[in-house]
T-cell receptor, first 115, second 113 residues
Framework: DAKTTQPNSMESNEEEPVHLPCNHSTISGTDYIHWYRQLPSQGPEYVIHGLTSNVNNRMASLAIAEDRKSSTLILHRATLRDAAVYYCILRSPNAGGTSYGKLTFGQGTILTVHP | GAGVSQSPRYKVAKRGQDVALRCDPISGHVSLFWYQQALGQGPEFLTYFQNEAQLDKSGLPSDRFFAERPEGSVSTLKIQRTQQEDSAVYLC???????????FGPGTRLTVL
């Protein structure tokens, strides 16, 4: 599996935008970029995913570099509820039929939001 | 609708005891995954079911770990002769298909004394 690299931690103030970076220099042409987050004492939850174009949903935006070797998850206005561990994960829709869509989590980025 | 539920939420076992952890996926979800999360680490894949078929058990750490999903809905992860290194949060996730968004349960925190 191609690997991702994320900063261990980041801090933000409430109501300000947050840009969470992810490097994935060995990404393959079929790998989608997925983001999940894990709030304290909860299971992970899906945030957003994309392949080549930037993506927006109600939770966040995903900006993907033109060469696809990096991406950035953007939270437009951080709230205290956004404090979580954010995981950037590469996922191929059919990796030879052997991965069955399992998620390979790294260490993620711990986001702290200050009031 | 109801999300993924897991029970018990917390389990304390003495070393050597057997434990059974239950996962109730979202109704109609074909795919079910189990993950293990050690303290301070990201979740790690254990096993995958498509309906009742266990198609991937490559992540199970030893033959003491066994999972089943006999009717293609509820799944049970069983750990025999628990060891201290088994202490972790066990997460279950379901999805409509293997490559869809996964919906996670709250996890079961297992502590082996």
């Amino acid at each position: 599996d191609a690997k991702t690299t994320q900063p261990n931690s980041m801090e933000s103030n409430e109501e300000e935008p947050v840009h969470l970076p992810c490097n994935h220099s060995t990404i393959s042409g079929t790998d989608y970029i997925h983001w999940y987050r894990q709030l304290p004492s909860q299971g992970p939850e899906y945030v957003i995913h994309g392949l080549t174009s930037n993506v927006n949903n109600r939770m966040a935006s995903l900006a993907i570099a033109e060469d696809r070797k990096s991406s950035t998850l953007i939270l437009h206005r951080a709230t205290l509820r956004d404090a979580a561990v954010y995981y950037c994960i590469l996922r191929s829709p059919n990796a030879g039929g052997t991965s069955y869509g399992k998620l390979t989590f790294g260490q993620g980025t711990i986001l702290t939001v200050h009031p | 609708g109801a999300g993924v539920s897991q029970s018990p939420r917390y389990k304390v076992a003495k070393r050597g005891q057997d434990v059974a952890l239950r996962c109730d996926p979202i109704s109609g979800h074909v795919s079910l995954f189990w993950y293990q999360q050690a303290l301070g680490q990201g979740p790690e894949f254990l096993t995958y079911f498509q309906n009742e078929a266990q198609l991937d058990k490559s992540g199970l750490p030893s033959d003491r770990f066994f999972a089943e999903r006999p009717e293609g809905s509820v799944s049970t992860l069983k750990i025999q002769r628990t060891q201290q290194e088994d202490s972790a949060v066990y997460l279950c996730a379901s999805s409509p298909g293997p490559y869809n968004e996964q919906f996670f349960g709250p996890g079961t925190r297992l502590t082996v004394l």
